[in-house]
């Protein structure tokens, strides 16, 4: 079943991004508390999601131990293939949005994470953006549906 595995935001850019159980967000504005979260805010920076499996593979392959959150996304899924989901909605727990692209890996994450074959690796698995339709709480095991 298609879950919620991981949650992060930070309140800065470039600073490192804080594992938490839940999170709020705000309809097309973003995360509460969150370095993108701003009234009126462009869809493409209001929430991320990458998969778990694709982490783990490649900390697998190249014999590395990097950490979900330490990609940069907001929510890390488990079960789920997100490519397949742009241009569909979602419900997250109760909160509905609109996958409007995938999440290109950028050189900001290759140096974050000093890992030079990043953008390489990362190229159609870095996860996806979405624009969020409704108010509400995501949490920790929220269970994702696509509805269309």
Same mark, same amino acid.
Request: proline share 2%.
């Given at each position: ?14 600073? $490192? /991004? ?12 973003? /995360? ?10 462009? $869809? ?30 907001? /929510? ?28 290109? $890996? ?43």
């Amino acid at each position: 079943m298609a879950e919620v595995y991981k949650l992060g935001i930070t309140a800065s850019s470039n600073q $490192p /991004i804080q594992e938490v159980k839940s999170i709020e967000v705000k309809t097309n504005q973003g /995360i509460v508390g969150d370095r993108h979260c701003k009234e009126f805010n462009d $869809p493409y920076s209001q929430l991320s999601l990458i998969e778990s499996e694709n982490i783990d593979e490649y900390n697998i392959r190249f014999g590395l131990n990097l950490s979900y959150i330490e990609f940069r996304r907001n /929510i890390v899924t488990k079960g789920i293939k997100l490519n397949n989901l742009v241009g569909k909605k979602i419900e997250i727990g109760n909160t509905k949005l609109d996958v409007i692209d995938l999440c290109r $890996p950028c050189r900001h994450l290759t140096e974050m994470l000093n890992q030079d074959n990043i953008l390489k690796e990362f190229l159609r698995k870095g996860g996806i953006r979405c624009q969020i339709l409704s108010t509400s709480r995501i949490s920790l095991g929220d269970k994702i549906k696509v509805l269309k």
